[in-house]
């Protein structure tokens, strides 16, 4: 059983057998986990939208398409959970970000330092970009996934992907360069 496709999984999961998303889960929990999270900013919250999109892939288990790859369409439906989500939500105080405490007895050597303050300011630039360009980063960045199933993800044209990919690149740059105190030339 282990062997079988996503696909295949997925089949049966049609056909009314949803004991197998047990294994689609294992497979694919923590990839989600990790791309809601870089949304959310929240452990408890993305732990909550990884549930709440896999009991949508049962509801919605018969628009499946096997011509498409299976963590391209659960991406998808984690991703309008997290927009359903920010709906009902709306109004209550925005999402905490996570940002690592720097705490030590003993001096850290300078460049350690410089590294994670570095970090820090990278994880706060992030943080400070809008949703929709955080998320493209993320996803073509931290996930490894190829522009085309991005598209498919953000139901847009590859080359709208390479530019908001571009355009997001650029503004991190130029919100980690100010958060350094540098000057941000354009090239």
Not at 58 to 68: E, G, P, S, V
Not at 109 to 128: I, T, V
Request: net charge neutral; hydrophobic share 40%; charged share 30%.
């Amino acid at each position: 059983m282990e062997s079988q496709s996503d696909s295949a999984l997925m089949q049966l999961v049609q056909e009314g057998d949803t004991a197998q998303l047990a294994l689609l889960f294992e497979r694919h929990h923590m990839a989600l986990f990790h791309h809601l999270l870089a949304l959310t900013r929240n452990r408890a919250v993305s732990e909550d939208l990884v549930q709440e999109a896999f009991f949508r892939v049962i509801k919605y288990a018969r628009t499946y398409n096997a011509r498409l790859s299976f963590p391209t369409w659960l991406h998808g439906i984690a991703r309008n959970a997290y927009f359903d989500s920010l709906r009902k939500k709306r109004g209550e105080t925005s999402m905490e970000p996570l940002v690592a405490e720097m705490k030590s007895s003993e001096p850290m050597p300078e460049e350690m330092m410089s590294r994670k303050q570095d970090a820090l300011f990278l994880q706060n630039a992030l943080d400070q970009l809008p949703e929709d360009k955080r998320e493209v980063l993320v996803l073509s960045r931290f996930h490894d996934l190829r522009y085309e199933d991005i598209a498919r993800i953000l139901e847009c044209e590859v080359g709208t992907v390479k530019v908001r990919v571009y355009r997001a690149l650029k503004e991190l740059r130029a919100r980690f360069c100010e958060l350094r105190g540098e000057k941000v030339y354009d090239a």
